[in-house]
């Protein structure tokens, strides 16, 4: 009924920017938190970034000062601009929204596929 579809993924150098956008679609009655995550291959996936519904943020340390989170509820979207990029950086990058659906009060956690950022030189 809920997909989340992230775009935005790709090849960059060291230094450069990317900006990922995930929307929600479906049966939505409202959305909570939203955030980005994050996952190389043997490693547990690591978040990355939150945003509240009212705006309210909170990032790794790892991205702090170089990635910025940020929603759009009209469009049911969330953003993730990435800049100065690392290669520490590459991963397959996920958003994870917490969404009510039109028909009950129970909140449900979806994922997005995934996106793959690749930082190299």
């Known amino acids: 009924q809920v997909q989340l579809v992230e775009s935005g993924g790709g090849l960059v150098q060291p230094g450069g920017s990317l900006r990922l956008s995930c929307a929600a679609s479906?049966?939505?009655?409202?959305?909570?938190?939203m955030g980005w995550y994050r996952q190389t291959p043997g490693k547990e996936r690591e978040l990355v970034a939150t945003?509240?519904?009212?705006?309210?943020?909170n990032y790794a340390d790892s991205v702090k000062g170089r990635f910025t989170v940020s929603r759009d509820n009209t469009k049911k979207t969330v953003y993730l601009q990435m800049n100065s990029l690392k290669p520490e950086d590459t991963a397959v990058y996920y958003c994870?929204?917490?969404?009510?659906?039109?028909?009950?009060?129970?909140?449900?956690?979806?994922w997005g596929q995934g996106t793959q950022v690749t930082v190299s030189s």
């Open positions: 994870n929204a917490n969404i009510r659906l039109d028909w009950g009060p129970q909140e449900y956690t979806y």
């Open positions: 479906g049966s939505i009655f409202s959305i909570n938190d």
């Open positions: 945003i509240t519904n009212g705006g309210s943020t």
